[in-house]
């Protein structure tokens, strides 16, 4: 069992901004994948990007390559997700998601186990 707390949502302008953190609880948080989805009113919950237990592959919705890099410390059993570039379009409630060990279809929301409550994210022109 994990548990998943997110923050650093907020409202920002156009072009702003914003790093999301999501710390997990246990001691296992390192032999996690560990991703963010996103929903916006209305949408159904959709991929933003991921990043494997090692750090080093990380998966990327098009529609954020470039402006939103994800990271992880596990060390500190947290993953961030960076957001730069915001556009209105972006303006969503961004949850983190995690899997233990091996992911099939990582962009797929029903790969992952564990889910945070979720942290609103307002982009305004």
């Known amino acids: 069992q994990v548990q998943l707390v997110e923050s650093g949502g907020g409202l920002v302008q156009a072009g702003g901004s914003l790093r999301l953190s999501c710390a997990a609880s246990g001691r296992t948080f390192s032999s996690y994948a560990m991703g963010w989805f996103r929903q916006a009113p209305g949408k159904e919950r959709e991929f933003v990007a991921a990043?494997?237990?090692?750090?080093?592959?990380?998966y990327y919705a098009d529609s954020v390559k470039g402006r939103f890099p994800i990271s992880r410390d596990n060390a500190k059993n947290t993953v961030y997700l960076q957001m730069n570039s915001l556009q209105p379009e972006d303006t969503a409630v961004y949850y983190c998601?995690?899997?233990?060990?091996?992911?099939?279809?990582?962009?797929?929301?029903?790969?992952?186990?564990?889910w945070g409550q979720g942290t609103q994210v307002t982009v305004h022109s």
């Open positions: 990043i494997l237990w090692n750090g080093e592959n990380t």
């Open positions: 998601a995690a899997r233990q060990g091996t992911v099939i279809k990582i962009r797929d929301r029903g790969a992952f186990d564990y």
